[in-house]
């Protein structure tokens, strides 16, 4: 009998029969009682809880408050664990990443039916679909489980016509309070983000057409920290009357996050790589702040100010 096998029938015999002896182990398994030891060390390293018992009535048992079933996942399941791996990789940053895809492989390794390509990258959870988008979600994550490019005809903010084109569906995110989808684009030839909004997506239909998946596409790097897109982080310097610096205090502005005393108030910096989340929040506080650097965020903030006034003005 292999070692393999050996070590096999003694977590069969723990299983089956409760505490055992060196020697009642040795005896069953048809080996030297000093290899006992070595086989439990492997069952350890692969897993198994074995514990010891010391003394003249002890021996080894199984703990099997850590030994579970192997039961079938449900797709629902799957998805979840998936969806937490794609936010772990969305955060580099996190230093138990390695142990985390480790612990995760163990846990879907046991069920056959883990093929899901739903990756979420979830910033905030709790958000109510329209059927329609509902629909055009599910489209488009059958398309990735396919791997078939879909057509949508979409239009943004900012545009006045619909433009109709085919996509390559990559990743499906959640972010704040919409979703959106992360795919290689017919029409700009590149990867772009799209969201799953009756006002911007006004069809989303399955085509016949299959992409290869690029290998090396990773969602970690089409999105920030901060923001649904990837971009430069932005060292701010903001003046807080410092009767108000608790309360701005409150608020989370960005990474490095310093304070210096002046003259006429706290000067606060920090990076961050979403203007408009900055220039809402600082729109909130009023007067009790002010933009000092860089110029050219400054210059749009006030610009953005003026126009709100203007059109009240009119």
């Known amino acids: 009998m292999n070692?393999?096998?050996?070590?096999?029938?003694?977590?069969?015999?723990?299983?089956?029969?409760?505490?055992?002896?060196?020697?009642?182990?040795?005896?069953?398994?048809?080996?030297?009682?000093?290899?006992i030891r070595e086989f439990k060390k492997e069952l350890v390293t692969a897993g198994y809880n074995i514990q010891e018992v010391k003394g003249r009535y002890g021996g080894y048992y199984l703990d099997e408050d850590c030994l579970f079933p192997s039961l079938k996942l449900t797709k629902d399941e799957i998805d979840a664990l998936n969806e937490s791996r794609g936010i772990v990789d969305s955060?580099?940053?996190f230093v138990g990443r390695d142990f985390f895809h480790s612990g995760l492989d163990k846990v879907l390794c046991a069920d056959k039916d883990t093929k899901s390509m739903m990756h979420y990258y979830v910033n905030q959870t709790g958000l109510a679909l329209s059927l329609q988008e509902y629909n055009m979600v599910q489209t488009v994550q059958l398309a990735m489980d396919r791997k078939q490019s879909v057509e949508i005809s979409y239009?943004?903010?900012?545009?006045k016509d619909v433009s109709t084109f085919l996509l390559d569906p990559y990743e499906i995110i959640h972010y704040k309070n919409a979703y959106y989808v992360?795919?290689?684009?017919?029409k700009r030839n590149e990867y772009r983000t799209y969201?799953?909004?009756?006002?911007r997506m006004k069809q989303c239909k399955l085509t016949d057409k299959r992409f290869l998946r690029d290998s090396s596409f990773n969602v970690a790097s089409f999105i920030g920290k901060e923001?649904?897109?990837?971009?430069?982080?932005?060292r701010f310097e903001i003046l807080v009357k410092t009767e108000f610096i608790r309360m701005f205090k409150e608020q989370y502005w960005g990474l490095d996050f310093k304070e210096n005393k002046k003259n006429d108030g706290i000067l606060c910096t920090f990076m961050a790589e979403d203007p408009n989340k900055i220039y809402q929040q600082l729109f909130l506080f009023q007067d009790k702040v002010k933009l000092v650097a860089p110029l050219d965020n400054k210059n749009e903030y006030c610009r953005m100010v003026k126009d709100i006034l203007h059109m009240y003005q009119e």
């Open 182 to 186: 992360i795919g290689f684009s017919h």
């Open 227 to 234: 923001s649904l897109i990837k971009a430069s982080f932005i």
């Open 155 to 159: 239009q943004t903010l900012s545009q």
């Open 3 to 35: 070692r393999s096998a050996i070590c096999i029938k003694m977590l069969m015999l723990l299983k089956a029969r409760g505490k055992m002896n060196t020697l009642e182990l040795a005896k069953e398994l048809e080996t030297n009682p000093r290899n």
């Open 195 to 199: 969201r799953f909004s009756i006002q």
């Open 91 to 93: 955060h580099p940053e």
